[in-house]
T-cell receptor, first 114, second 118 residues
Framework: AQKITQTQPGMFVQEKEAVTLDCTYD???????LFWYKQPSSGEMIFLIY??????QNATEGRYSLNFQKARKSANLVISASQLGDSAMYFC???????????FGQGTRLTINP | GAVVSQHPSRVICKSGTSVKIECRSL??????MFWYRQFPKQSLMLMAT?????????EQGVEKDKFLINHASLTLSTLTVTSAHPEDSSFYIC??????????????FGPGTRLTVT
């Protein structure tokens, strides 16, 4: 079964610093996708970035980049130049071949300090 | 990006009553929608997968008779919590799948519904 692990329950970072949120996954399926979502206190889930298992390059979306290390089965999210508005819960998730659904990690609460 | 709405955003109901939550895809058609439940400080737990025109697929441990799901059109899915009890109080979030090919079946989420059963 697919499994996602986020080992950092909470992270505190100074504004303007870069931050890395860890995510490891466990799957025997050769084809899978990796996602990161942001959940502010309002509760909505905001899609941030996607990485496919066959993608050769790391995905980037503005200040977000995904450090994809396939051999280590990790898909860490890197946020550059953090802002106060980045404070939120962050969830890593995976989809896998033949399945429509996403499996979510436990989440990391990121707090940006001014 | 794709927009998903959810209504109501908050609802308080008395124990024993039923509550219906609507999930709509506003600017795209969604053949598949998902319903999640989220307890405070926890991750999202998938309750069921809703496919337009067919019965929903429930995850193990989710009571299908208690959580009725209807996906009557390509833009609307509803979740009805029947005979609600205080333990059903939770944050319910729906999502709609955007088919872009391959595994990039990214889901766009509604804003969620906070249900409180008194």
């Amino acid at each position: 079964a697919q499994k996602i692990t986020q080992t950092q329950p909470g992270m505190f970072v100074q504004e303007k610093e870069a931050v890395t949120l860890d995510c490891t996954y466990d799957t025997s399926d050769p084809s899978y996708g990796l996602f990161w979502y942001k959940q502010p206190s309002s509760g909505e889930m905001i899609f941030l970035i996607y990485q496919g298992s066959y993608d050769q390059q790391n995905a980037t979306e503005g200040r977000y980049s995904l450090n994809f290390q396939k051999a280590r089965k990790s898909a860490n999210l890197v946020i550059s130049a953090s802002q106060l508005g980045d404070s939120a819960m962050y969830f890593c998730a995976t989809s896998f071949q033949g399945a429509q659904k996403l499996v979510f990690g436990q989440g990391t609460r990121l707090t940006i300090n001014p | 990006g794709a927009v998903v709405s959810q209504h109501p955003s908050r609802v308080i109901c008395k124990s024993g009553t039923s509550v219906k939550i609507e999930c709509r895809s506003l600017d795209f058609q969604a053949t598949t929608m998902f319903w999640y439940r989220q307890f405070p400080k926890q991750s999202l737990m998938l309750m069921a997968t809703s496919n337009e025109g067919s019965k929903a697929t429930y995850e193990q441990g989710v009571e299908k008779d208690k959580f009725l799901i209807n996906h009557a059109s390509l833009t609307l899915s509803t979740l009805t919590v029947t005979s609600a009890h205080p333990e059903d109080s939770s944050f319910y979030i729906c999502s709609a799948r955007v088919v872009t090919g391959g595994l990039r079946n990214e889901q766009y989420f509604g804003p969620g519904t906070r249900l409180t059963v008194t």
